[in-house]
């Protein structure tokens, strides 16, 4: 339902802006190209995807995410205690920060879903404890090892180094996980009265 | 070095799927199917957020809302170009990918704007939808601070992505 208000919402600005400023032809003509070009970006990013599915398959069943979760553990006890005393958290919960860093979506949500149910306060089910706010932070802020998707399009827009942006996307999320991190902490300091 | 870590990846699963004695091509294979599905299922939705998308552009919709927005964008070192990209990126993970592949196409893939736009697409996430769909699932109805923290880390990553963009590659 979002999407469609959003969807209504881009044609709406895009037909009342080129009225007003007489843009009317080539309104008309986006129509086609836009669509053109969505196709365009499904075939270019085709081949990656694909791959890229295979990969994440192959990754799991050699338990790759296994191995990476044990490298990570002594960083989760830190950012979340909880998983000291509970192993099945702590599983469930580098599952999930694995996954994504190996840019396994649909891996990572059920596990994700997972940590939030055992992080889950007994006293109040429905409120969100300050381990489930840097979970999500740190989903959010999507720490990803290769973004595939982003070198695909690059590729079909004729760059010869796609994955020359890695060292700027790994900084990038660094920062902003660990900018989130400092943010949900403070706040939870400040958040006490629900 | 960079070079090497696609490539080298590549080998490192493939070894030791062979080591562990799993079929590593049938694997890629049967993944790569299932990737081809996924592919057809986002096909209509990029058509018509493209479409979308480029009528904005066309429109003049784009600049006038860049121009608007350049004061707070300038003042924080982000190019005004990627408004759109950052107001949408949060909302719909789609909706981004075709606004990002616009602007990339339009000023260009190794113009500072275009690798602004590729590396604001790897490293941000879409917060709206993580947050629905984990609290959503588990029954979470009291997010408290949640949503203040993860859009700053989004911002924060918004900032870095200018950022390292322009120092990197200057």
Redesign the interface.
């Known amino acids: 339902m979002v999407m469609s208000w959003i969807f209504t919402g881009m044609v709406l600005i895009s037909t009342v802006f080129a009225m007003f400023l007489g843009n009317g032809s080539a309104l008309a003509a986006a129509v086609p190209q836009g669509a053109q070009a969505g196709v365009t970006l499904a075939l270019s990013l085709a081949g990656s995807i694909c791959l890229w599915t295979g990969v994440g398959k192959l990754m799991e069943h050699i338990g790759l995410t296994a191995i990476l979760s044990k490298m990570l553990r002594p960083l989760l006890h830190r950012v979340f205690p909880g998983t000291k005393k509970d192993p099945q958290l702590a599983g469930v919960l580098s599952g999930n920060i694995c996954a994504n860093l190996l840019g396994l979506g649909n891996a990572a949500t059920p596990m994700g879903i997972g940590a939030v149910q055992r992080m889950k306060d007994p006293l109040r089910p429905h409120r969100a404890t300050d381990q489930m706010c840097r979970l999500i932070v740190l989903n959010t802020a999507s720490i990803q090892l290769i973004p595939a998707n982003v070198a695909a399009v690059r590729v079909s827009l004729g760059c010869a180094t796609p994955f020359d942006i890695l060292p700027a996307v790994w900084v990038t999320s660094i920062c902003s996980a660990s900018m989130g991190l400092l943010a949900a902490y403070l706040l939870g300091k400040l958040w006490r009265h629900d | 070095m960079?070079?090497y870590?696609?490539p080298l990846?590549?080998l490192v699963?493939?070894c030791?799927?062979l080591s562990?004695k799993?079929n590593?091509y049938d694997?890629?294979?049967?993944?790569?199917?299932?990737?081809?599905k996924?592919?057809v299922s986002?096909?209509p939705t990029?058509?018509?957020?493209?479409?979308?998308?480029?009528?904005?552009?066309?429109?003049?919709?784009v600049e006038?809302f860049s121009s608007f927005f350049a004061p707070i964008f300038q003042f924080f070192g982000i190019p005004p170009e990627t408004a759109i990209l950052v107001l949408?990126r949060?909302?719909?993970g789609s909706?981004a990918?075709?606004v990002?592949?616009?602007l990339?196409?339009t000023y260009g893939?190794?113009s500072p704007i275009?690798?602004t736009a590729?590396?604001m697409?790897?490293?941000?996430?879409?917060?709206f939808y993580?947050?629905s769909?984990?609290?959503g699932?588990?029954?979470?109805?009291?997010?408290?601070?949640?949503l203040?923290?993860?859009l700053?880390?989004?911002f924060?990553?918004f900032f870095?992505?200018a950022l390292?963009?322009r120092i990197?590659?200057a």
């Open positions: 960079i070079d870590i696609v990846l590549l699963i493939c030791m799927a562990k799993e590593a694997l890629l294979l049967s993944g790569g199917a299932d990737g081809l996924l592919v986002i096909l990029l058509v018509l957020l493209l479409t979308a998308v480029t009528m904005l552009r066309q429109s003049g919709a006038v949408i949060p909302i719909s909706a990918l075709a990002g592949t616009e990339m196409a893939v190794d275009g690798r590729a590396v697409l790897g490293s941000t996430e879409t917060t993580t947050i769909v984990y609290f699932a588990a029954g979470i109805k009291k997010t408290r601070y949640t203040p923290a993860a700053i880390a989004d924060v990553g870095m992505a390292t963009s990197f590659y």
